[in-house]
């Protein structure tokens, strides 16, 4: 199979590995360039590289003791790093003759001239039963809403949001009361991994037919900033106090917003951090906060 994997982010890399390790292998990987990380800013390249990086260089041989049929094999998957998607890129993508694209958490706009590419078409894989919870944060949207259970869609994409032809869709995935933004993306990435091993095979010998969506059931979702993530100091007082209500708001926002765009509010003049919470008794109890200019501190279990 000829096909190429866009995405950028740790969950997008660790379905790019269970691809890997059942011999689904790119000729090349997308992913967004090399960017500035922490205090110091040092020049980091995004997990997905990272993940081809070590395939390349045959890395992976050495975990867990792996000496399997791919400790011989010779990998050489490219990797590109557009700031856009132009034209200039677009040829550089059909040099590759592509039967398809694979597109998980990738970040930039691919218009109509770039899905014509691939000769089968190009398959997005998003972490919600679509229709729902369209656009681009579907499972932490989830998480915010108090959902407790999600699933995965393969879908072939289209130039609309999240509205082309569904492929496959996975078994619900269930989201646990201590699932945050960082666990249930995991979880998703693995159930959308083995789709896509699943589905594969049948879909590019053609056993598949991709069905159209339910327009009536669509609904979507924003990007979060920094100010989604704030609780009023009085809304939190109320939870810790036994407000039942307001306990499952602030606890699901903290498990969603956590850690971007994060769960804050003002104590005693200073912002604080709220990164981990859990409810007894319908009371909100913070396990761990965060003051500004200090290191998270734990209340205890």
Request: glycine share 6%.
């Amino acid at each position: 199979m000829n096909y190429l994997f866009f995405g950028t982010p740790d969950f997008s890399a660790h379905c790019l590995e269970v691809l890997l390790e059942h011999d689904f292998v790119p000729r090349a990987i997308v992913t967004n360039p090399d960017r500035p990380f922490g205090r110091k800013k040092i020049l980091t390249p995004p997990p997905v590289k990272m993940t081809a990086m070590a395939w390349n260089r045959g890395a992976h041989d050495n975990d867990n003791n792996n000496h399997d049929k791919r400790s011989d094999a010779d990998y050489d998957i490219a990797i590109l790093q557009p700031e856009k998607i132009d034209g200039a890129f677009r040829e550089k993508l059909r040099e590759f003759e592509p039967d398809l694209f694979i597109v998980f958490a990738y970040n930039k706009i691919l218009r109509q001239e770039t899905l014509d590419i691939p000769a089968k078409g190009v398959i997005g894989v998003h972490p919600s039963f679509l229709p729902e919870y369209r656009g681009p944060s579907p499972f932490q949207t989830a998480l915010l809403d108090g959902e407790i259970k999600t699933g995965v869609t393969l879908y072939l994409l289209d130039p609309g949001i999240d509205s082309g032809p569904v492929v496959a869709v996975s078994n619900p995935v269930a989201i646990a009361p201590e699932d945050n933004f960082t666990s249930l993306a995991f979880k998703l990435a693995d159930a959308g991994a083995n789709l896509l091993v699943q589905t594969l095979p049948g879909f590019l010998a053609g056993e598949i037919k991709p069905k159209p969506q339910d327009e009536s059931r669509a609904t979507y979702t924003k990007k979060f900033h920094t100010e989604d993530g704030f609780v009023e100091e009085s809304d939190l007082a109320a939870a810790e106090q036994g407000d039942s209500k307001k306990s499952k708001i602030i606890f699901n926002k903290i498990r969603a917003f956590t850690p971007e765009p994060g769960a804050w509010t003002i104590r005693s003049g200073k912002r604080l951090k709220l990164l981990e919470a859990k409810i007894e008794n319908g009371a909100l109890r913070l396990m761990t906060t965060q003051e500004e200019g200090q290191k998270a501190k734990s209340h205890g279990q």
